[in-house]
């Protein structure tokens, strides 16, 4: 106990048919991710850079929603959004609307760190990135085959968006029979759903927690919608018993302030960590809602719950603990 | 039980010396929405009318940060931002950057009951308000004299401004500045007497802030939040309660400690956002109210069922 840990996710919901060399390629990638963030950790860098590092390269994968390879608006495009916060005095950066900055975490970073501000957003924020001279690329570079494939199906599947309000009615198994109703989330058939964020929590051998999320958003969004991870507080949270982020339906983690209550659970009820997790993963998704989420304590514990169908994540502590996974724990 | 309602226009170091003709107008804009709040409540409307009704009121008042009156992003535009939510369903509605839209606080209603998203910025906000037909307004109309002049002085003393009501007479007199204020903004919290929450919080946001810039307003559970056990509505330097989770843990301390209404208020404006920084607006299920604040003054009234009303500014005078 009271070691560093690190916990990385790939984002909640996940299709149970995913060919098994997508699921494969998810596994070595957020093992990759992991080992980057080991390494940096016992090369004692800061629980914040550490955060940094690892979602820059998520964000710079194609393979999941964010950055490179995020889920796109209506209008075929990518918008980014990040948030960033440090448990050491409870800073924080955010960005939304962004569409040519090559590492959305970075600018949130540089929103915490360089301006007076906590949260940039749209043509404001793009401005600030070329202050700051981070690298831009055009919004292609965003864009991938696979998810103007993904768009065109929610298309297709009539993502009126109205449907998510529709309580799921399903299954709590991995599969679902083909006489049950469809898996949804987001209104989406999870065939169709893009998990829809990465996230990364890392706590150093000080306690010193940090977390971060980033995102393409949902698929087929409305351009200027702003979902849970750029919000404190809802989908990023850390302070100093600990550090979370979430993925799943954004409307369930905004209205559940999820990524708080898992430190206000501790803090106030005196619950611990993986109790924390679980109360907030089976209490605060009221209404249906789906999500998961990952956390560490500056205790040095490591967590993750989901409601959702599978979860790709990965966890390793300093006593040698190393798990990736993606189905139910 | 009973019903109670509460609002507010803004906390931050509101001098004592306040001038006659920026102080009257104030007090009556607060005294006014106060007995449309009133009226509405009485009337049997729910609280989630009632908190969009009242925040309407205060936005189209020129002497308040929000709607018109908001104040000047360093490019000498208006951006404003709202957000609503039902404490029932925790359904919840926000938006940000919006130039024309004549009531923010509207489309944040409309973002909550006519799209599954909660939040939408700037363009895709704008684009939205015209879908739906919601009033707008040239950029110029919520621009005021005032407004250009705190810029100025902003720019000139080249820093933020957190007292958008004191003009800069004096550098030694000025606020020190700690680049992220959210003096002004307005909002409101209503209990009926079934027991039912709703709160509601517009803005303009800072004195020369960075286009872009999004504060503690639109954010869910740091500017705003309501659940079955509570409504808040905060105001003051937008970091320091996005930080704190200003909304959110007032109603997690009566949640998860046990806390009444007030002592949570209270707990959360002293002990979790640093002085100076905060105060916000908050009523209980019961029919408690609570207004505290660590900023100098706090633009606010309140009233209950059983007969009690308050107008103020201070901490120690009331001016019903």
Do not use: C, Q
């Given at each position: 106990m009271g070691g560093w840990a690190i916990a990385v996710h790939?984002?909640?919901?996940?299709?149970?048919?995913?060919?098994k060399e997508r699921q494969e390629g998810a596994k070595r990638l957020l093992t990759r991710c992991l080992d980057l963030g080991i390494s940096a950790l016992r090369s004692s860098l800061l629980p914040i850079d550490v955060v940094e590092l690892v979602i820059r390269e998520l964000e710079s994968d194609p393979l999941f929603n964010s950055g490179r390879g995020s889920a796109l608006t209506a209008e075929g495009a990518a918008e980014m959004e990040a948030s960033i916060m440090d448990g050491v005095g409870r800073r924080c950066g955010a960005v939304s609307g962004v569409t040519t900055v090559k590492n959305p975490i970075s600018l949130a970073r540089l929103v915490m760190d360089k301006s007076p501000h906590s949260y940039l957003a749209f043509s404001g924020a793009e401005d600030f990135a070329k202050q700051q001279g981070v690298e831009l690329v055009d919004n292609d570079y965003f864009i991938t085959e696979d998810n103007l494939g993904m768009l065109k199906l929610a298309k297709e599947a009539n993502s009126i968006i109205f449907d998510y309000r529709i309580p799921l009615t399903g299954s709590d198994s991995c599969g679902a029979a083909a006489d049950s109703p469809p898996l949804k989330m987001n209104g989406l058939p999870i065939s169709v759903y893009a998990p829809e964020t990465v996230g990364c929590v890392v706590v150093d051998g000080e306690g010193r927690c940090a977390a971060g999320t980033s995102t393409g958003g949902l698929m087929n969004k409305m351009s200027g919608r702003i979902g849970d991870s750029p919000l404190i507080g809802s989908g990023t949270y850390a302070c100093d018993v600990c550090a979370v982020s979430c993925t799943g339906e954004g409307e369930a983690i905004i209205r559940g302030t999820l990524a708080r209550d898992v430190a206000a659970v501790m803090e106030y009820k005196g619950m611990g960590l993986q109790e924390a997790v679980d109360f907030v993963i089976e209490r605060r998704l009221d209404g249906g809602g789906q999500a998961g989420l990952i956390a560490v304590s500056s205790k040095g514990e490591v967590a993750c719950g989901f409601n959702s169908v599978g979860m790709f994540r990965g966890c390793a502590n300093e006593d040698g603990f190393m798990e990736v996974g993606i189905w139910d724990q | 039980m009973g019903w109670a309602i509460a609002l507010h226009g803004g906390a931050g170091d509101i001098p004592r010396s306040l001038p006659p003709d920026r102080r009257q107008p104030r007090e009556a804009a607060l005294r006014h929405s106060l007995q449309v709040g009133v009226a509405a409540i009485k009337a049997g409307r729910s609280p989630l009318d009632v908190v969009e009704l009242v925040v309407r009121e205060l936005e189209d008042?020129?002497?308040?940060?929000?709607?018109?009156g908001s104040v000047l992003t360093s490019d000498g535009t208006v951006e404003m931002e709202a957000c609503i939510m039902d404490g029932n369903t925790k359904r919840c509605g926000a938006v940000s950057?919006?130039?024309?839209?004549?009531n923010a606080i509207s489309l944040a209603r409309l973002v909550m009951?006519?799209?599954?998203?909660i939040y939408l910025g700037f363009d895709g906000a704008e684009a939205f308000a015209r879908d739906q037909g919601v009033e707008t307004i040239e950029s110029s109309h919520f621009i005021t004299p005032e407004n250009i002049e705190r810029l100025k002085q902003a720019k000139e003393a080249n820093r933020v401004q957190i007292d958008y009501t004191e003009p800069l007479t004096k550098v030694e007199e000025a606020p020190p500045s700690n680049g992220d204020s959210q003096l002004g903004t307005v909002g409101c919290v209503a209990v009926d007497g079934k027991g039912n929450l709703a709160t509601a919080t517009s803005t303009g946001g800072?004195?020369?802030?960075?286009?872009?810039r999004i504060g503690d307003t639109p954010i869910i559970g740091a500017g705003t939040y309501a659940n079955k056990l509570c409504a808040v509505s905060a105001t003051g330097k937008g970091e320091a309660i996005i930080r704190a989770t200003v909304g959110r843990d007032v109603a997690a301390l009566m949640e998860?400690?046990?806390?009444?209404l007030k002592e949570a208020a209270t707990y959360v404006i002293e002990e979790c956002a640093p002085s100076r920084t905060a105060g916000l607006v908050a009523v209980s299920a019961t029919g408690d109210v609570a207004m505290p604040f660590n900023t100098v003054g706090m633009f606010r009234a309140c009233a209950t069922e059983d007969g009690y009303t308050e107008v103020a500014i201070w901490d120690d005078e009331t001016c019903s």
């Open positions: 790939g984002g909640a919901g996940v299709d149970p048919n995913l060919p | 008042h020129p002497h308040f940060n929000a709607g018109r950057g919006l130039t024309t839209v004549k009951e006519k799209t599954p998203h800072l004195v020369n802030k960075m286009a872009g998860y400690k046990g806390l009444s």
